[in-house]
């Protein structure tokens, strides 16, 4: 199985900071690492597909990068509402596995 | 509009079994991997397994491969997360998610139905 590994396991900013979430694939997953967000109490959403495909609705302040085994997301300008825990996902292959999580709370 | 509507929250006992449905709309059901996640109190989301409701081809995480039992009925539309005798571990948030066709992200999610295994 391929394992995700999420960096950090939380971290504290303050709104308008920048903030840089990391994912690492034990094996090449190509291009298929995705980023959810979950706020408590709710399921999680897709914000980015296919390492830097934003989806529909997502503001443009959230973008992805990577390739092979090292993937990034990145909040340009963090938000009130960006507060909630973010997990990477692989879709390469099965079984899917998920990253640990990263909390983003506000310092 | 697309939508995966899942079934109500359930307390049992150890030992009881259970089964959670989760029935999609808005779309053509036998045409998409449709699977679940578990979510523990307080964890992070894992991936438990996949099934296309067309052909009941499914694929499970070691992690649950022989503790849970995933099906779908695609003449209405609805998937199936099942146990044969649950354990207090078994608490925990579970949501169905459909796998968009290109990518294999999770484009949809259910609501989630909130499982609690106590004596």
Redesign the interface.
């Known amino acids: ?1 391929i394992q995700m590994t999420q960096s950090p396991s939380s971290l504290s900013a303050s709104v308008g900071d920048r903030v840089t979430i990391t994912c690492r694939a034990s094996q090449s997953i190509r291009g ?1 690492l ?1 980023w ?1 967000q ?1 706020k408590p109490g709710k ?4 914000l980015i ?2 390492v830097s ?1 934003l ?1 529909g609705g997502v503001p443009s302040r959230f973008s992805g990068s990577g390739s092979g085994t090292d993937f990034t997301l990145t909040i340009s300008s963090l938000q009130p509402e960006d507060f909630a ?1 973010y ?1 990477c ?1 692989q ?1 390469s292959s ?8 990263t909390k983003v709370e506000i310092k | 509009e697309v939508q995966l509507v899942q079934s109500g929250a359930e307390v049992k006992k150890p030992g009881e079994s259970l089964k959670i449905s989760c029935k999609g709309s808005g779309y053509t059901f036998t045409n998409y991997w449709i ?1 679940w ?1 578990r979510q523990m109190p307080g964890k ?4 438990m ?2 099934i296309y409701p067309d052909d009941s081809d499914t ?4 992690s649950f491969e022989g503790q849970v039992t995933i099906s779908a009925d695609k003449s209405i539309s609805t998937a199936y997360l099942q146990w044969s005798s649950l354990k207090a571990s078994d608490t925990a948030m579970y ?1 169905c998610a459909r ?2 066709g290109s ?5 949809y ?4 139905t909130l499982v609690t295994v106590s004596s």
Do not use: C, M
């Not at chain 2, 694929?59 to 070691?62: D, L």
């Open positions: 199985d298929y995705n959810y979950q399921a999680p959403k897709v597909s296919s495909s989806q825990t997990y996902q879709s099965t079984p899917r596995t998920f990253g640990g999580g | 699977g996640v992070g989301l894992e991936w397994g996949i694929r499970y995480s070691a949501f796998e968009h990518g294999s992200y999770i484009d999610w259910g609501q989630g």
